[in-house]
């Protein structure tokens, strides 16, 4: 291999096959690429805990409203995607109120701690469950440091075409992919936006003319538990993380 | 001998004329489905029915974890075509008749609908 590593060799080969990808295969026909989760984005959300009324729950019933998670009045078990978290500072007694879901790592544990793959980072980001391989095993429940997944104990029905969920799976924020695919936003920022105080704006982080990114510039932002180094998609501003 | 038994088998089989005669000979009735409410499917019917588990078993992956969208095997387009009145969801119009006529017939289990749900859009409206 002309004493080249083979890695080098390997690469080459890659990108020659990649470079073909594109080809014309004949007049009028191409190989397309194929559509789908976007791995030049990394789509996240900023909440400024400045805004986000501590009696405000609206981000909440939102998600279960549109994701169709209501429980049984069974707090211990019952599933949750999205919670409020109040804080206080216990040397100065202020308070702040944040909302905290499955935060969508960059480098998630619960993917790596996960024996079958169901638990997967899509290309653009988003930290989902693969419900048709979960063996409701909760390893990833254990791994995730802000508690972001909820196991289904019970029987479901009438779930929202566009949510399954069932009974022995383990679940979580899916950041609405069903509306971010279809150029949407997320319903806790939509819900949050017309009837709270919008704090939360969702976005690619990687765009740096986007809203997140100007904020983030603006005012610096944070991470939940930033020294675990898991590099969360969902940053907050307004609170001393 | 074994060859002559096969193009005897291979005769009967022929000379028993359709399988719609089943039933009327005796044997167990085919199943019936119901009626979709599109005008054509995204295949033919022989090729759906041989192969449409392997249809959406290959998109639910390409839509689940690469996100590619509207793809042709969509299973909440089966949903919306094939529902017809469910008794077991009171009525509502389900896939549930449709898929059960032929997987109850060939003891088929499947678990699609524990998870997704087999209403149609009528009965389940996205907000």
Same mark, same amino acid.
């Given at each position: ?12 080969? $890659? ?8 080809l014309?295969?004949a007049?009028?026909?191409?190989? $397309? @690429? ?8 990394? =789509?996240g959300?900023?909440i ?9 729950e609206?981000c +909440? ?7 169709? =998670? ?16 109040? $804080? ?13 879901m499955?935060?969508?790592?960059t480098s ?19 930290v ?23 196991f ?10 566009y @949510?399954?969920r069932g009974?022995?799976? +383990? ?17 806790c920022?939509e819900a ?29 932002v ?9 590099e ?10 | ?14 000379l ?20 979709a409410?599109?005008?054509k499917?995204?295949?033919p ?20 974890r ?6 042709k ?31 109850d ?23």
């Open positions: 291999m002309n004493g080249q590593p083979m890695d080098k060799v390997r690469r080459k080969v $890659l990108a020659c096959a990649a470079a073909t990808a594109g014309v295969l007049p009028g026909v191409t190989l $397309l @690429a194929a559509q789908g989760a976007d791995s030049k984005k990394r =789509w959300l900023l400024d805990a400045s805004k986000c009324a501590k009696d405000c609206v +909440v019933v939102a998600c279960r409203d549109e994701n169709g =998670w209501s429980g049984h009045q069974r707090p211990a078990t019952d599933p949750q995607w999205i919670r409020k978290v109040n $804080l206080r500072d216990p040397a100065t007694g202020f308070t702040w109120s944040l909302p905290v499955c935060q969508h790592c998630p544990p619960c993917v790596d701690v996960c024996p079958t793959g169901a638990s997967f980072k899509r290309a653009d980001g988003i989902l469950v693969d419900k048709h391989i979960c063996i409701g095993c909760r390893y990833c429940m254990m791994a995730c440091p802000y508690k972001g997944r909820s289904v104990h019970e029987k479901i029905t009438n779930q929202k075409p @949510a399954p009974m022995g799976t +383990v679940e979580s924020c899916t950041m609405c992919v069903h509306r971010i695919d279809a150029g949407g936003v997320p319903a920022v949050c936006a017309s009837q709270g105080g919008g704090a939360i704006i969702s976005g690619d982080l990687n765009d740096p003319s986007g809203d997140i990114a100007r904020e983030a510039a603006k005012y610096g944070g991470r939940i538990r930033s020294d675990l180094g898991l969360p998609g969902v940053l907050y501003r307004g609170a001393p993380l | 001998m074994i060859r002559s038994g096969i193009i005897l088998v291979f005769l009967a089989v022929f028993a004329g359709p399988p719609a005669s089943s039933a009327e000979q005796g044997g167990v009735p085919f199943p019936v489905l119901a009626k409410q599109g005008e499917c995204v295949a019917a022989e090729d759906m029915r041989r192969n449409h588990g392997d249809y959406l078993l290959h998109q639910r992956d390409e839509t689940a690469l996100g590619i969208r509207g793809g095997y969509s299973l909440k387009k089966c949903i919306e075509c094939h529902a017809s009145p469910d008794a077991e969801a009171a009525g509502a119009a389900t896939v549930r008749p449709f898929c059960a006529a032929c997987h017939y060939a003891a088929v289990s499947i678990n699609c609908f524990e998870c997704h749900t087999p209403k149609a859009s009528g009965g389940n409206p996205k907000p």
